[in-house]
Every structure is written in C-alpha cells, then in structure tokens.
C-alpha cells in the first residue's frame, strides 16, 4: 500500500471505511465470477477441431482460418466496446456481451460447413469483445494506481481459471459424455449465461453510485492523464489513447505474447488428442495423457496471479520489467517442452504449466499499464485499443501454425512457434520503460 491511504481519501469514518473496502472486493469478486465463465464460449473450439474435421472434412489450416475469424472479430471489437464500456458503463456491455455470447455458441452448434461456422464463430468474436475491457473499466472506477497490479493480478487470475473450466467442460463433454462436437458449444455455455446475468445484478458502475468518493482523488492519481471530462468524446478517448507512444509499444508486445499464448490454447488440445499422445505407453501413470492438457490453463491463471503481485511489490509498478522476465522464461519453457518426447507423460506435464505460467502471466501487468499510462477514465478505450493489437496478432498465428502442422504432420511445432512469439514479446517489452 502506498503511503497515502486510499481509504483516508474515500472517508474520516473507520466504518464508512471498512463498508468501502467491502464494497471494492464484491466488485472485483463480481467481475471475476463473470469472466470466469467467459472463456467458455471462445476457447472450447481446440477440443471441437478432431470432431468437425471428421464431419466436414477441413484441413487444419482451414479450422485455422475459422479460429482467426473469431480472434479477428474479437480484435475490432476490442476496438469498438471498450470505448463503449467508458461511455456507457461497463456493467450493462459485460453482461449484454456474456447473454449474447451465450446465444452465438448455440448458433455455432447449428453449423452445417465451413462457411456457417466460420461467420457464426466470428460474430461470437465480437460478442466476447464485449466482456474483458468494459469489465477492467468498472475495476479502474473503484481502485486506485497502487493497488491495480493486485486487481489486476486477480482479474486475469479469474480469465486464467476460465481457461481450466472451458478445458475441463469440454473434456467432460467429449470424453465423459460421449457427446459430439456440437454439445461443446451448447452446454459449458450456460454458465457464461449465469455468470452475466449475476454480475448485473450485483455490480455498481462507480463508487459514487453507492454514495461514496472516488479512490481517484488522491495525489498519486492527479496525472494529467486523468484530468479528462467526464463527457469526454469518443474521438477525444481514442485520440487521447493512440497519442501515447508507450501504449502503442505495449499493444505490440502483447500481440506477440497473446499469438504464442493462443498457439497454446488452440493447438495444445490437438497435440495431446492426437495419435502420438493417445497411444502413448502410461499404463504405470495415474494420469490419462488427454487430462496433461489442463496443466496448460492452470499454469496460465497462477502466472496471471503472481505478475501482477511481482510488478508492484518488486518491481515497484514498473510493469515492462515484470512483462520481460516473464516472457522471457516463457520462451525457454517453450524450447524444453518441445524437446519432451509422447513418452514422458509427467515431465510433459510440469513443463507445460510451466509454458502457461511464463506465457499468459505477463497479461495482468499489461492491463495495469493501461490506467497507468492514460487515466482510468479512458482505461476501457485503452485496454480495447492494446486488446486489438492482442487478437489481431493471435489471429495471424492460428493459420500459421494450421498449416505448420498439415506441412510437416508434427503437432509439436507448436512450441517452437510459442518460443519465438515469446522472445519477440520480451524483445518489445524492454522499450516501454515506464
């Protein structure tokens, strides 16, 4: 905690205070319930990709494509709904993205080629851009610069868990069930549904709308930055936002972190399904080599945790450094897993936390870096300006690595793509410097 108090400049009164602190945790708590739920309609089609490829008869690199529809649409809509989180409060467009979202999936299911998927999949894309930077707006409204690597750490923590519950669902639909492809995006879905709905009900859009002060009044926060009208214009938001140079590197780092980070939640799956994996001698191992692949999501939501912990505690909120070590390690994690053979099932299955730890770790500090570089009334803008740059990049990955793998039939290759994405992302990193 800095020295000058946050909850001093919220209330005198210790009981006011501590109704304030309370108030903080249930929107943080709200929010991350909501998007724990998320990433049930967008990161279950790895797990579909075997079974459409046996009923439609695509290629990986055409199942690629589609997967870069998804994170092309989700890119623009980055663009598009994050200003309209800091215009119209990101409680209503969160909850309206999960509602929507929720329908698309079942759309999704309905699918009959390639064609339907695809622009189904993609207008889901848009939908699931409504959810992540409208809900980082609410979260800047109720806490303050020196706590947002904390908040922050926690919120992708939540995205983090998302991932091992859509890995989880879907394995349970395909491997428990018995159900095909189809169900994957009809039944995990429901509790994104749930998920919006309670954060509707529960979230306030500010401080004030509970009848207390904003934790934005103390000295720490009285940057120019933030010293922006209320009414501010969407022309002044992103013209505000793409004027600062810092966030503009920020938005190419994470391009590159967010391509190797979605090189292994699309194509991870395809790896352990497949051939190599499944006949794999384990008879001696506890674990079913189909199951390695949640050590994946669960290292992915730890890392999350703990960089936005190691960005302001020991890096005192110098967030580039925390986002290159990380990387950084992301790499050399990436390099080893790909030397691991089918045989070394628990080896396979350390290192490939490991790969998600370093990987989706740095993405708390990025998001903290937004409020901190442009004021947390264009937060919302500016974390769906850096997402475009995320998605866009994650977008030209999938059909890469697609067709990496119909090329050479070697489903590993993954890791080396993962490891060059990472050291490209450190490489970046290193020149915001703030």
């Not at 990161?43 to 494509?65: H, Y």
């Not at 930077?133 to 020196?146: E, F, H, I, T, V």
């Not at 995006?185 to 994104?192: C, E, Q, T």
């Not at 926060?221 to 503009?248: F, H, I, M, P, T």
Request: hydrophobic share 50%; aromatic share 14%; glycine share 10%.
């Amino acid at each position: 905690m800095s020295s000058v108090s946050m909850d001093s400049s919220v209330c005198s009164a210790p009981s006011v205070n501590g109704a304030f602190r309370r108030a903080q945790w249930r929107m943080l708590l709200a929010a991350m319930f909501c998007y724990l739920f998320f990433y049930t309609g967008r990161q279950t089609f790895g797990f579909a990709i075997p079974g459409i490829q046996a009923e439609f008869g695509l290629s990986k690199e055409t199942l690629g494509w589609v997967s870069a529809a998804l994170l092309w649409c989700y890119a623009v809509g980055q663009a598009i709904n994050g200003n309209l989180g800091d215009k119209f409060g990101g409680r209503r467009v969160m909850s309206a993205g999960a509602i929507l979202s929720c329908a698309a999936n079942w759309a999704v299911s309905f699918s009959t080629g390639v064609l339907s998927l695809g622009a189904l999949w993609g207008l889901n894309g848009y939908f699931q851009a409504m959810g992540w930077a409208p809900g980082s707006r609410l979260l800047s409204n109720w806490w303050g610069r020196s706590e947002r690597g904390k908040v922050f750490g926690c919120y992708v923590f939540a995205a983090g868990m998302a991932s091992v519950l859509s890995y989880v669902t879907s394995l349970l639909v395909i491997h428990q069930f018995h159900l095909d492809w189809r169900w994957i995006f009809r039944i995990p879905v429901l509790l994104m549904l749930v998920g919006g709905i309670a954060f509707y009900l529960i979230a306030r859009e500010r401080p004030e709308d509970l009848g207390f002060q904003s934790p934005h009044d103390d000295a720490i926060d009285e940057a120019d930055a933030d010293r922006v009208a209320d009414d501010e214009s969407s022309w002044d938001r992103y013209k505000g936002v793409l004027s600062n140079w810092r966030l503009l590197v920020g938005g190419l780092a994470i391009g590159f972190q967010n391509a190797a980070r979605y090189g292994l939640l699309v194509w991870v799956p395809v790896h352990f399904l497949g051939d190599n994996w499944a006949k794999a001698p384990v008879s001696t191992a506890i674990i079913d080599p189909k199951w390695i692949s949640v050590a994946l999501p669960i290292g992915m939501a730890l890392g999350a945790a703990t960089n936005g912990w190691v960005s302001d505690r020991v890096f005192g909120s110098k967030r580039y450094l925390a986002i290159v070590l990380y990387m950084a390690l992301a790499a050399v994690t990436s390099l080893y897993m790909y030397t691991i053979p089918t045989t070394e099932v628990y080896k396979g299955l350390v290192v490939l936390f490991l790969c998600g730890f370093f990987v989706y770790g740095p993405q708390s500090s990025f998001w903290a870096l937004c409020p901190d570089l442009v004021g947390h009334k264009r937060a919302g803008t500016a974390i769906g300006v850096m997402n475009f740059f995320a998605y866009l990049f994650a977008g030209l990955g999938e059909p890469l690595i697609g067709k990496f793998m119909d090329t050479h039939h070697d489903t590993s290759l993954v890791f080396l793509i993962v490891a060059a994405a990472s050291a490209a992302s450190a490489a970046v990193a290193v020149f915001i410097r703030r």
